[in-house]
């Protein structure tokens, strides 16, 4: 009976410890996400007791370091859905039908092959494709649209679209094949082609997974850096033009990070301020996803 008494004891001690242990990896994941708010945010309150913050989301014109000075966003962030939305136009059809044919129709073998080189290909550095972007896009888009500029949104937007396809096919792949065999034997059963089982049944019954793809996919879009800090240009002018050189929000903290950017001025504030609305868009982006999965949340 002693030794049992032990046992137990023992068994009990060690399960304290890990739970212990748990919970502070838990609290420094929590500490870490208080502390980078704090950062942003406090910063943005001295930035925005400085500029007013009516000029800083309707002004359209962005010139921080330069005399006379303005603090409208609008051109980062017209620059930055630029890229997002024509990076999801490439990425998001091209992942979902590539996530249908590895769901649905490729062999084992083939899936066996196919999926492991989409991975190596989310695995390419970002800086990589900013210079397959300005190297090899750029010059494309310029033989049949002469008016291209060498840096310009849309080969930003191809390059950053080309690297969030693996995101968008794995992630909704996945969210395909936990769906249960037997409703894909049953619309078989029913009478239905591939075709009708994978756009009728697979695909609506995976829809909260593959919408949460899309959003996360769109969101790491929205936060690209380096692509666009190299193809996308510097140029913080408001267009919709996406053969114009352009600049986003990510491209500018880039580039003024790297200036000779005194500590505690208006233009190192700025960073903050631009960090701090990026934070926003995918913070809202990322409840949009878990919105989407709980409206669409089937269990089986």
Do not use: C
């Not at 590895?102 to 290909?121: D, G, H, Q």
């Not at 090899?136 to 969030?164: D, H």
């Not at 996919?217 to 050189?245: D, Y």
Request: net charge positive.
């Amino acid at each position: 009976m002693k030794n049992e008494q032990k046992r137990k004891d023992r068994g009990r001690i060690g399960e304290f410890t890990i739970e212990t242990i748990l919970r502070f990896f838990a609290g420094i994941s929590i500490l870490t996400t208080i502390a980078i708010v704090w950062t942003l945010f406090s910063e943005t309150i001295i930035f925005f007791k400085e500029v007013s913050i009516t000029e800083f989301f309707t002004g359209t014109k962005w010139t921080p370091t330069l005399e006379p000075r303005h603090f409208g966003i609008l051109p980062l962030f017209v620059g930055t859905m630029m890229i997002a939305i024509g990076a999801s136009i490439i990425a998001l059809p091209f992942g979902l039908g590539s996530a249908i044919y590895l769901s649905e129709y490729a062999p084992k073998r083939v899936r066996k092959i196919i999926k492991p080189l989409l991975e190596i290909l989310a695995g390419i550095p970002s800086i990589v494709y900013g210079f397959f972007a300005l190297t090899f896009i750029t010059p494309i888009l310029q033989k049949f649209l002469p008016q291209t500029q060498v840096f310009n949104a849309a080969s930003a937007s191809i390059a950053v679209g080309i690297m969030i396809i693996p995101m968008v096919a794995s992630l909704s792949e996945d969210a395909m094949m936990a769906i249960p065999d037997s409703i894909r034997q049953g619309a078989y059963a029913l009478g239905s082609t591939k075709f009708e089982v994978a756009t009728k049944v697979i695909v609506p019954a995976a829809l909260s997974g593959i919408g949460s793809a899309f959003v996360l996919a769109v969101s790491r879009a929205i936060g690209e850096t380096m692509i666009v800090a190299i193809a996308a240009g510097q140029s913080p002018v408001l267009t919709f033009n996406p053969l114009k050189s352009i600049q986003t929000m990510t491209g500018f903290m880039v580039n003024i990070s790297l200036g000779d950017i005194q500590h505690g001025t208006i233009e190192y504030k700025t960073v903050f301020a631009v960090g701090a609305m990026l934070f926003v868009i995918t913070f809202v982006m990322n409840i949009i996803a878990k919105m989407i999965v709980n409206r669409y949340r089937e269990e089986y």
